[in-house]
């Protein structure tokens, strides 16, 4: 299992300064990264981006919207940047309104046509999945193709046992945020090793089932994002990944 980093956590970095911010992420130890948004570039210029600093893309967080009404550009701008997990990041309330079994029937379709590209189709899960019973299950269970990438804070919040959830996927689990939070803080989200996470039990976990990436990622910083990501990378790697 491989480390990598979603690069929501240093949005604000990226917008103003991309090249210069991907430079400090490889500087920080971190040889994966997972997109979110292009920030106005190209497939091609950003695996450029990435080749140039000796990072490679571990996936992406791209909308329902793009996936359903632009299939073709959207597969395209994956092939070029060099990954094959898309993951759905986050969905609003009409789309699971006729509940969640639903919703993974219409997520299927997609995945089986990614699946003809030779990419896989996850899912990046919240809390409210869980506020009706156990959402993420019955979606899972409606969409066979689909693979997962686990929000194990989200589930936490959730009131779920992260460990358990990663278990009970199974196989289907490709990566695994693997934020930490302080439910006493504000902001809640924290550096990883510094809340109430059982990291080292969700590391052995993601593990055990084959997943393929653990993934740092920090909703809010409760200081400088570059600083939370390089105490996670230290972190991290104090648990043997890197």
Not at 203 to 220: K, M, R, S, T, W
Request: charged share 20%; proline share 5%.
């Amino acid at each position: 299992m491989r480390l990598s980093v979603q690069l929501y956590t240093v949005r604000d970095h990226l917008s103003q300064d991309l090249p210069g911010t991907l430079s400090q992420i490889q500087e920080a130890g971190l040889k994966f990264v997972e997109l979110a948004g292009d920030y106005g570039k190209s497939g091609s210029e950003w695996r450029a981006l990435l080749d140039e600093r000796g990072l490679t893309a571990s996936g992406a967080h791209i909308g329902l919207d793009a996936l359903e009404h632009r299939f073709d550009e959207t597969v395209a701008f994956v092939k070029a940047v060099g990954f094959s997990l898309v993951i759905v990041p986050w969905i609003g309330s009409d789309a699971y309104a006729n509940g969640w079994a639903a919703f993974g029937q219409r997520l299927e379709p997609i995945a089986q046509r990614l699946a003809e590209h030779g990419l896989s189709l996850a899912y990046h899960n919240h809390d409210f999945e869980y506020a009706n019973g156990d959402g993420l299950s019955e979606m899972y269970a409606n969409a066979p193709t689909m693979v997962a990438e686990v929000d194990a804070a989200w589930v936490k919040i959730g009131g779920h046992d992260p460990v358990a959830v990663v278990t009970g996927l199974g196989n289907r689990v490709k990566a695994v945020h693997g934020k930490d939070f302080d439910p006493t803080a504000t902001p809640r989200w924290k550096p990883a090793g510094q809340g109430v996470m059982p990291l080292p039990e969700l590391v052995q976990a993601a593990q055990q089932v084959g997943a393929e990436y653990l993934v740092i990622e920090l909703d809010e910083s409760p200081a400088d994002p570059l600083d939370a990501v390089r105490e996670s990378v230290t972190y991290y790697q104090s648990l043997g990944l890197n």
